[in-house]
């Protein structure tokens, strides 16, 4: 029952310290003008649409440019691709060269007269 009690109690006393701090600013709430907050809100956005509207990114884009630059680009990359694959190949040319001079002595070895060889008697 204590504990009702105390309930109901903290609830009154917290109700008249709303009624106190509304009945102390009617005087000023009285002197507001009265604007609905739809109107402010409305003017807020409007406000930001014409802003939106004088900021335009694409006021002076040029698609020529544009393509000019994308072509750019694209003619870079296909040149240092070019010149990557041109790069590879070289590399494979001379391990294959290299690889040619090493199995070379063929022709030597059957030229050498039959006596350095090997064979039975």
Known sequence: MSFNLVVVIVSLISLAGVLVIVLRKMPVL????????????????????????????LKNFSYELFLQKLISRVRILILKTENKTFKWLQHLKKKQQEKKLGEDNYWEEVKKPADDKNLPR
Request: glycine share 4%; aromatic share 8%; no cysteine.
């Open 30 to 57: 009285l002197s507001l003008p009265k604007v609905s907050p739809l109107k402010g809100e409305n003017k807020f956005l409007a406000n930001l649409k014409e802003k939106a509207k004088a900021f335009n990114p």
